[in-house]
């Protein structure tokens, strides 16, 4: 059974900065692409970054030279370093095995989140 499991969130002020964490098992993770999507209530989900086997990483406008997506094969982890944090990126934010075009609107893929607050 593939599991996904994030940790890392919480509630800071704006300008502050949170490190995400995702641990995967049930898969050979240095085989896959992952990627970190958010949703906020009432919206549709967002892609946020990936980051592909050769460690080669992709970014969101919206996050770019904010944030920071990162891994390490040998503890299955996913990372995602977060600055700057403004209210805007207030969403859930999920794991997701694949990159970009295979994740979104795949939620069996996804992990069950970890819930990131920002407060004005």
């Known amino acids: 059974e593939v599991q996904l499991v994030e940790s890392g969130g919480g509630i800071v002020q704006s300008g502050g900065s949170l490190r995400l964490s995702c641990v995967a098992s049930g898969i050979t993770f240095a085989a896959y692409e992952m990627s970190w999507v958010r949703e906020a209530p009432g919206k549709e989900p967002e892609w946020v970054s990936s980051?592909?086997?050769?460690?080669?990483?992709s970014y969101a406008d919206f996050v770019k030279g904010r944030f920071t997506i990162s891994r390490d094969n040998g503890k299955n982890a996913l990372h995602l370093q977060m600055e700057s944090l403004k209210p805007e990126d207030t969403a859930r934010y999920y794991c997701?095995?694949?990159?970009?075009?295979?994740?979104?609107?795949?939620?069996?893929?996804w992990g069950q989140g970890t819930q990131v607050t920002v407060s004005s």
């Open positions: 980051i592909n086997t050769y460690d080669d990483t």
């Open positions: 997701a095995r694949g990159g970009r075009a295979w994740v979104i609107g795949r939620r069996s893929y």
